[in-house]
């Protein structure tokens, strides 16, 4: 480090600052299969199977604020967060390591309803808490979770293996964290500015559920094995679906046009977002949290999607050279930019 040189993080921003650090490492193992770049690290397992390991961190004020999030449901959604990029890689989660930083601000009581939350969603996705750590920190609350998974070799499922014409499809709907964060964040502050003043949260159950009890996409990839289908790539979504089929996009070196009247919004998301002021497309292409899939499919594959009521078709892939487009009601084409979550931006 030269002493007159400083640089911004938020310069490289969130992904540039990952591969700048990591620009000069090179894997030495032959069981390192893939390691950075996907949604979870890929190693030789056996002659049939690679190992999945994925790791997310998530910091008390960054991630979460206990004023609205229950511990209980922080505990669930950790796992869950967790879990969803071993599911983006069509594997099945088996197990997780739980390592935290905690101040003595934190009573016992409120751990074990944290813990009460993990153990709720290793009982969902079946999947066992294996070890971890524990530390003490000066104010926050901070907690790693590592979740390991295997996968078929002839069934994993990357990044990077999208083709032009290949379709888009998202699962669920968008944009329904987003808006309950924003209804969370605004109830916040006037309990901040009247305490006397109780929270009205009637009539946003389901984005708040979204935000504060996300479920992986589990199902979708019992579905998907039902239904013999095998996405040419895929990942979650954790940071707004523009942001992640950029992602898909760079990884295959493909373009995409996704088509504003396809994506996929509950109404309870729209009409919050209309009061918010803010354009429902916005909060689906950019709001982040959904943990939904987002995954393309071959052409061929259109009858076993189509109509399934827990996936949209919203674009295909094109050629790199026609760009990254989504394509307005009225036909235009609107470039597409990631504007969702970045950790330093
Ligand atoms: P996701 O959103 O799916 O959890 P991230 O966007 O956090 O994935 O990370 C993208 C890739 O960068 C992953 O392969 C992850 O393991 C890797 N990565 C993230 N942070 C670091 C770091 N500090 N050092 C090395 N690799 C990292
Ligand atoms: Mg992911």
Not at 149 to 154: A, D, F, I
Not at 235 to 240: C, P, R, W, Y
Request: with cysteine.
């Amino acid at each position: 480090m030269s002493e007159d040189k400083r640089t911004e993080l938020s310069k490289l921003g969130e992904f540039g600052t990952i591969s700048h650090l990591t620009k000069n490492f090179t894997n030495r193992q032959d069981s390192t299969i893939f390691g950075i770049g996907d949604d979870a690290a890929v190693i030789e397992r056996n002659e049939e199977e690679f190992t999945l390991i994925s790791t997310d961190l998530l910091m008390e004020g960054i991630h979460f604020n206990l004023m609205y999030m229950p511990f209980k449901h922080l505990g669930y959604k950790a796992v869950a967060v967790n879990v969803s990029d071993i599911l983006a890689m069509n594997g099945t989660p088996e197990q997780i390591t739980v390592s935290m930083a905690v101040s003595n601000r934190f009573p016992l009581e409120a751990l074990e309803e944290l813990y009460e939350g993990i153990r709720l969603a290793c009982q969902t996705y079946h999947v066992d808490l294996i070890g971890g750590d524990t530390a003490s920190s000066p104010s926050g609350l901070n907690l790693s979770i590592t979740a390991i998974g295997r996968v078929k070799k002839t069934q994993i499922v990357y990044r990077s293996g999208a083709q032009p014409n290949d379709l888009v499809v998202v699962t669920g709907d968008l944009g329904g964290a987003y808006m309950g964060l924003q209804v969370l964040e605004r109830e916040r502050s006037v309990f901040e500015a009247n305490p006397a003043i109780q929270p009205d949260l009637d009539g946003f159950d389901y984005i708040i559920q979204r935000q504060l009890k996300p479920e992986a996409r589990q199902d979708v990839i019992g579905f998907l094995r039902e239904l013999d289908v095998l996405p040419t790539s895929m990942m979650d979504i954790s940071d707004g679906l523009a942001s992640e089929v950029l992602h898909l996009c760079k990884s295959s070196n493909t373009g995409v046009r996704l088509y504003n009247n396809k994506l996929p919004i509950d109404t309870q998301t729209s009409t919050t977002a209309i009061d918010f002021n803010l354009d429902p497309v916005t909060c689906v292409l950019n709001g982040g949290e959904d943990y939904e899939l987002v995954f393309t499919v071959s052409p061929s594959d259109f009858d076993k999607i189509k109509g399934n009521p827990h996936m949209s078709i919203v674009g295909y892939m094109t050629d790199i050279s026609e760009g990254h487009y989504l394509v307005d009601t009225n036909d235009s084409l609107v470039p597409l930019r990631a504007q969702g979550w970045d950790a330093f931006q």
